[in-house]
């Protein structure tokens, strides 16, 4: 058995990934019944600066567009706590149970949120999107 690696194939396992009625051995679904009917595994990828710079540039310009129309801004710019609403930290990539994907790094941690850096993950490249996203090592197996 070919160990994950980088630049090797992947897919998503089957067993590990999916309930039993899909073939898996597992109790539950990873997320919902609905991703796993579908066939999905959710995964992420943390937000770049031209990311976030642009998620700014839309609140600067809802602000403006709220202002000229004589609305208050105070829910665009602020939570419901009334703290400046932040930038988010990583994007949501689907990955499918039919497609191929190829490891760029094959033991990594990465920060997908406000917390510590998340172990036990590896880089992979979408073939069919060329979206590049973080996921479990155990949720891949080699092809």
Not at 103 to 132: D, F, H, K, N, Q
Request: glycine fraction near 6%; proline fraction near 4%; aromatic fraction near 8%.
């Amino acid at each position: 058995m070919t160990k994950l690696a980088k630049g090797v194939l992947v897919k998503l396992n089957n067993k590990t990934c999916f309930t039993t009625k899909q073939g898996g051995d597992r109790r539950y679904p990873l997320t919902n019944y609905n991703n796993d009917d579908k066939g999905i595994v959710d995964s992420h990828r943390p937000t770049t600066l031209k990311d976030q710079s642009a998620w700014y540039e839309s609140k600067r310009l809802e602000i403006e567009t709220a202002k000229a129309l004589g609305k208050d801004t105070f829910s665009i710019s602020m939570d419901d706590a009334g703290e400046s609403r932040l930038p988010p930290q990583s994007y949501y990539v689907a990955l499918h149970r039919d497609r191929v994907y190829q490891v760029l790094r094959a033991r990594c941690r990465v920060r997908l949120g406000w917390g510590s850096p998340t172990p036990g993950m590896a880089m992979i490249l979408c073939t069919e999107s060329g979206e590049e996203t973080y996921i479990k090592r155990e949720l891949l197996e080699v092809i």
